[in-house]
């Protein structure tokens, strides 16, 4: 597929709506007019950051701008909905072009309009930074898939480990004491990952489990060991 095939069905799209249409007008691609209105449409095989900056550029002009891409195979509005955001942010119009020899079609996947300030997401954002204070030391790597992910909730598991593979069976009230974390009692409890178990009532135990556990995160166990020794040396908290 070249660029010059997505013209025909994009000329046709606006003519019948009554504009004229002219092709590569000082360096645009397609420009369309009628009466006050002035549109500009860029060309391309595939929707990339080049495209937008190109479209950001014709926006300079004061007309209304367009990209036209090629119709996505597998096209589904949840997979193309953040797509989607950035460019309507960027006060751009969206057309796909269907090319199918002689019944080749463009439609307008939505107009270009002033943008709207982006509604915050407090909520969101209060997740991400509870999770970022809920971490000592970062031992992930940005970008990764299908890679194990140290969250919040496993460091403070990990930590509650290491305090019971230290000092032996504690109550959730003295790990809590130790730890400084509040949700001790709920993580022991819950026992997501079967590295606790209940020893006898009110007291709580590291089992086989939770020893091969502290192994697959070698920095945190010896960060929370170091500094539990550090801890007991000084004088607490036992």
Same mark, same amino acid.
């Given at each position: 597929? +070249?660029?010059?095939? /997505?013209?025909?069905?994009v ?6 709506? $009554? ?6 007008? &000082?360096?645009?691609?397609?420009t ?12 391309k ?5 080049? /495209?937008?900056?190109q ?13 036209a891409?090629?119709?996505p195979?597998?096209y589904?509005?949840? %997979?193309?909905?953040? +797509? ?11 057309i796909f072009?269907?090319?199918?020899g ?10 270009p ?10 909520r %969101?954002?209060r997740?991400i930074?509870?999770e970022i204070? $809920?971490?000592? #030391?970062d +031992?992930?790597t940005g970008?990764?898939?299908?890679t ?5 909730y496993?460091?403070?598991?990990i930590?509650?480990a290491? #305090?019971l593979?230290?000092? $032996?069976?504690?109550s ?8 400084g974390i ?6 022991l409890?819950?026992n ?7 020893v006898?009532? $009110?007291?709580?135990?590291?089992t086989?489990?939770g &020893? ?8 945190l166990?010896k960060?929370y060991t170091?500094?539990?020794?550090e ?6 908290? /036992?």
């Amino acid at each position: 597929m +070249t660029e010059k095939e /997505l013209f025909p069905p994009v000329r046709d799209l606006f003519v019948k709506r $009554g504009y004229k249409v002219n092709a590569e007008v &000082r360096d645009c691609d397609v420009t369309a007019t009628k009466d006050d209105e002035f549109i500009i449409i860029e060309l391309k095989k595939n929707l990339s950051v080049t /495209l937008l900056a190109q479209g950001l550029k014709r926006l300079k002009t004061g007309a209304d701008v367009y990209i036209a891409v090629p119709k996505p195979k597998k096209y589904s509005l949840k %997979k193309f909905r953040n +797509t989607f955001a950035v460019i309507k942010k960027l006060e751009l119009g969206l057309i796909f072009v269907s090319v199918r020899g002689s019944h080749s079609f463009a439609e307008i996947v939505f107009e270009p309009t002033e943008f709207k300030p982006t509604t915050r997401d407090y909520r %969101k954002r209060r997740e991400i930074l509870t999770e970022i204070n $809920g971490r000592t #030391i970062d +031992t992930n790597t940005g970008g990764v898939t299908n890679t194990k992910i140290i969250t919040a909730y496993t460091e403070q598991c990990i930590h509650i480990a290491c #305090i019971l593979d230290m000092y $032996g069976d504690l109550s959730p009230k003295r790990i809590k004491e130790i730890s400084g974390i509040d949700r001790a009692y709920n993580i022991l409890r819950m026992n997501v990952y079967g590295w606790f178990y209940n020893v006898k009532k $009110g007291v709580y135990g590291i089992t086989t489990e939770g &020893r091969k556990g502290l192994l697959e995160y070698p920095e945190l166990e010896k960060y929370y060991t170091e500094l539990l020794q550090e801890n007991t040396e000084n004088g607490s908290p /036992l």
